[in-house]
């Protein structure tokens, strides 16, 4: 995989978790919420709905070849984050402040950044 294509996944994987968890804001706060938020308001089938969402940052990650040990920190933000939904209203809030996919995509980043600047240059 070239560093080229690990960048274009990466740039998709923030791209995703942008409207995912912060694709609007609450005007005069630093709230932002997205999709999953909004989704995630429908009991068990909004968290789930937004489990399998959450999912293509990982899907990303794996066609990145990123490591074993990320994709499953990966999916075990994705499954806190599917816990927590599952209590009302707790879950709703958690759905703001957790910002799974947010959190997916910079650990996405920190891996290609990491990789990245392990590589060495060609002259």
Known sequence: MTDDEIARRVRRSRQWANLLDAAWGIPYTRWRFGLDSLIGILPIAGDLAGAALGL????????????????????????????LGAVPIVGD???????????????????AAQRQAATPRRA
């Not at 293509?56 to 994705?78: H, M």
């Open 56 to 83: 293509g940052i990982v899907w990303q990650a794996r066609q990145a070849a990123a490591p074993r040990s990320l994709q499953v920190k990966l999916l075990g933000n994705i499954g806190l984050d599917l816990v």
């Open 93 to 111: 809030i958690a759905d703001v402040a957790f910002r799974k996919n947010q959190r997916n995509a910079a650990l996405l980043e920190k891996w």
